[in-house]
């Protein structure tokens, strides 16, 4: 089982992001495919036998799926991720390798850590001008342009493949920092 994310606009907030995620199964007969999320948690419904066939982690992961999205009935290949879910799903699988980036950077991770934006003066060709500039825990300063910004409550920015909780988020309604941000592929 793997579960791939990838990051994408989120059409409300254009200085935003959303994760879609997607789940791949793998079967020695038909090889890796596509699942939609009702698909994974029917799996939970079948005979005993059933897990058997996934290594233990998959198979708590299929039963958390299970048990967090029983309720929710779309057949979309990708889930869409945003806000409490997304954090839900970062404080649950984001401090392994389950949650695989598409793009083969590796996993995403989450340790709960709080990074801020901080402001900067930064001296152009004629002019001063005032930016932000996103200071992650251990004091390094990342500039705006590594920065994608998700969620609205609770703030989270994702730098590299690690994402934080925003300590002194924009407003909602301000898009400036988001757009000197790295946009959403």
Known sequence: MRVLCRTQPDGEHPARCRLGVQFLLFRSRTGEKHKTLAEVIEL????????????????????????????????????????????QWLARWGQGSRLELESGGGSLKFEGQVAELTPHLENGDKELSFTHHMTLPDGTIQPLTGVQFFSARPALALVGNTFYLLRNAPPPACSNIGRASRPCP
């Open 44 to 87: 939970t419904t079948r005979s005993a036998h059933e897990q058997e066939l996934f290594q233990p982690a998959d198979w708590e992961f299929i039963q958390w799926l299970g048990e967090t999205h029983a309720g929710r009935s779309d057949g979309d290949e990708t889930l869409v991720l945003s806000d409490l879910e997304l954090l």
